[in-house]
T-cell receptor
Framework: AQKVTQAQTEISVVEKEDVTLDCVYE???????LFWYKQPPSGELVFLIR??????QNEISGRYSWNFQKSTSSFNFTITASQVVDSAVYFC???????????FGKGTSLLVTP | GAGVSQSPRYKVAKRGQDVALRCDPI?????LFWYQQALGQGPEFLTY????????KSGLPSDRFFAERPEGSVSTLKIQRTQQEDSAVYLC????????????FGSGTRLTVV
């Protein structure tokens, strides 16, 4: 069985603060993929990153960075110098190599205030 | 089109009514997915199409839910005899190929059953 846990339901920060969104996953598969999506109030899911289970390199894209640690089954997402436009619900998701479905966590609602 | 288009954007149905939700994927995309997102939850997988073939319908919650993609492009999700627990946002996603995990999501249809 596959499971994604996002323990933080809501986070509120002041603009320019750094914030880390936690994601812990469970799977018995050796090959799998991890994703982060952003869901702004408009409702569509916006793809942020995909990482496969064999690539543990951390990644940085502008103000966004991701820390993948297989030893702790975690795939955390950090926003540096947060901005109001970062306010959204963020979802972590897991997909096995053999299946079709993305298994999403319950999401973390991030509010960035000026 | 440029993105995944879903219609209607909002639908209010009386309990017991049948509804049909439409998804127009990105032109040429082979894979098409339907997800159900209840309020405050992450999206949950409903079904997957590869072209016109429905390869996985394990997530459909009951036999009142039916999906089709007869010509391998537009897809329709039909819900018969709607019930209040069917109230949710229904998201459609498409991707270019079977092994392409760059899913593009639509903005969803918000279904409210009263």
């Amino acid at each position: 069985a596959q499971k994604v846990t996002q323990a933080q339901t809501e986070i509120s920060v002041v603009e320019k603060e750094d914030v880390t969104l936690d994601c812990v996953y469970e799977t018995r598969d050796t090959t799998y993929y991890l994703f982060w999506y952003k869901q702004p109030p408009s409702g569509e899911l916006v793809f942020l990153i995909r990482r496969n289970s064999f690539d543990e390199q951390n990644e940085i894209s502008g103000r966004y960075s991701w820390n993948f640690q297989k030893s702790t089954s975690s795939f955390n997402f950090t926003i540096t110098a947060s901005q109001v436009v970062d306010s959204a619900v963020y979802f972590c998701a897991l997909k096995s190599n053999s299946g079709y479905a993305l298994n999403f966590g319950k999401g973390t609602s991030l509010l960035v205030t000026p | 089109g440029a993105g995944v288009s879903q219609s209607p954007r909002y639908k209010v149905a009386k309990r017991g009514q049948d509804v049909a939700l439409r998804c127009d994927p990105i032109s040429g995309h082979v894979s098409l997915f339907w997800y159900q997102q209840a309020l405050g939850q992450g999206p949950e997988f409903l079904t997957y199409f590869q072209n016109e073939a429905q390869l996985d319908k394990s997530g459909l919650p009951s036999d009142r839910f039916f999906a089709e993609r007869p010509e391998g492009s537009v897809s329709t999700l039909k819900i018969q005899r709607t019930q209040q627990e069917d109230s949710a946002v229904y998201l459609c996603a498409s991707s270019l190929a079977r092994q392409d995990y760059g899913y593009t999501f639509g903005s969803g249809t918000r279904l409210t059953v009263v």
